[in-house]
């Protein structure tokens, strides 16, 4: 197997028990990720995907959706831990990992398709993750939001080859003379990052053996640790097409999220 698309799916959420189960628009969120998982897998040459849960309800949930899943240990310190498991429990170890979220159910397809394109591309990519370019309307927003939740929205900057040199809960790049900028830029140069990543599955188990980063503890973002650890990270470009107003969701958090995700589905259709 060259590529495995893992989905971590815990039922017990402190801010929402059950969430993975949660209907959106009359089907399970888990059911949602996992078909937009397979609709991706699909477009590649030996490319799986499989659910990695702790919990028999969301087990018993896929064996009675024929979705393939494993169980992963309850003790499982984070979300990557529990998808290194999993890509260990597979009769053949994968070379590339993707870590689809499970309470992700707006993540475009072709989202993760970039992602895994990146690493045929050049297998000597080791980890991937995309990144939106913000329109002006878009950093305005962003901005705005920040007011309110000022760690919500991660931007990156990174090479021409697309290696990151930073993320930030901060907006980066600093706009000097923004007016100027503005007049001659149609898209702004800030770079919002999407929650989605891939590894090489020996970058993917050196990660997990390494201490928080000095960085990471401070923003609060994992990707830093590997950055501090000469670990590169390819930012691959992508965009939501004609479904734009979805850059606006992230995943689920809480049950009133699922009534936004309904809202965005009805007035813009599924992806």
């Known amino acids: ?23 959106i628009a009359g089907k399970e969120m888990l059911l949602r990720v996992w078909e937009n998982a397979c609709k991706a897998a699909a477009k590649f040459d ?137 007049e001659a830029m149609d898209m702004s140069p800030v770079y919002r990052q999407v929650g989605l990543y891939g590894y090489r599955l020996d970058v993917l188990r050196k990660i997990a053996k390494l201490p928080e980063g000095i960085y990471e503890k401070l923003e609060g973002l994992e990707q830093l640790r590997w950055i501090e650890n000469g670990i590169k990270v390819r930012c691959v470009k992508v965009d939501y097409r004609e479904f734009k107003k979805m850059s606006a969701l992230s995943g689920v958090d809480s049950p009133e999220d699922i009534a936004r995700v309904e809202e965005a589905l009805a007035e813009l259709g599924e992806f």
């Open 1 to 23: 197997m060259k590529t495995l698309i893992v989905i971590p799916a815990r039922y017990g959420s402190t801010r929402f028990p059950g969430k993975p189960l949660a209907k």
């Open 46 to 182: 030996s490319c799986e995907a499989v659910v990695a849960t702790d919990d028999d309800r969301i087990m018993d949930f896929c064996k009675a959706n024929n979705i393939r899943a494993v169980m992963t240990s309850v003790n499982c310190p984070t979300g990557t831990d529990r998808v290194i498991e999993a890509a260990e429990k597979m009769q053949e170890f994968p070379e590339f990992v993707v870590n689809l979220q499970g309470d992700n159910p707006l993540c475009p397809t072709w989202f993760v398709e970039a992602v895994i394109s990146e690493y045929y591309k050049n297998d000597r990519v080791e980890t991937v993750t995309p990144v939106v370019n913000l329109s002006w309307e878009d950093l305005d927003n962003l901005r705005a939001h920040k007011k309110t939740t000022p760690f919500s929205g991660t931007t990156a900057v990174f090479n021409a080859e697309g290696d990151a040199f930073y993320f930030s809960k901060n907006i980066i790049p600093a706009i000097r003379k923004e007016d100027k900028v503005r």
